[in-house]
């Protein structure tokens, strides 16, 4: 991987902590994932690209969940396939829970979808 691409994927990770912490804060963001959010990201999910979620994975969500998935600042990650669906694990990356920023309109529904397919494979039991 370039330096160049290396920076470009950091900025962007970056981007997305502070419009998450933003959107918290303002009370605004995705909001729940609608009926039509979730047949798209479950369309995505159908092609996810594992290498794709793992890249992903390592920009935007490993700051808070761990480059393992042990957890800190979010949730340990590991049996995530055991205690959510697929459904309603596209629905907490889309709209976030907690102190999780929502990443729905700041991920493609692509991206969404590989990430969770990467967690799930990687952390949890699929």
Not at 24 to 52: H, I, K, N, P, W
Not at 76 to 97: F, I, K, Y
């Amino acid at each position: 991987m370039s330096q160049c691409s290396d920076v470009k994927r950091r900025a962007r990770a970056a981007l997305a902590l502070v419009l998450g912490a933003a959107f918290g804060v303002a009370g605004c963001g995705a909001g729940d994932a609608s009926e039509a959010d979730l047949a798209r990201l479950q369309d995505a999910y159908a092609q996810a690209d594992v290498g794709l979620g793992s890249e992903v994975f390592a920009d935007s969500c490993s700051v808070c969940h761990g480059s393992d998935g042990s957890g800190g600042v979010g949730a340990a990650l590991e049996g995530v396939s055991e205690r959510l669906s697929v459904s309603d694990h596209l629905s907490v990356v889309w709209s976030g829970r907690g102190t999780m920023p929502p990443f729905g309109g700041l991920l493609t529904d692509a991206e969404i979808a590989s990430v969770v397919a990467y967690q799930r494979s990687t952390f949890g039991s699929d």
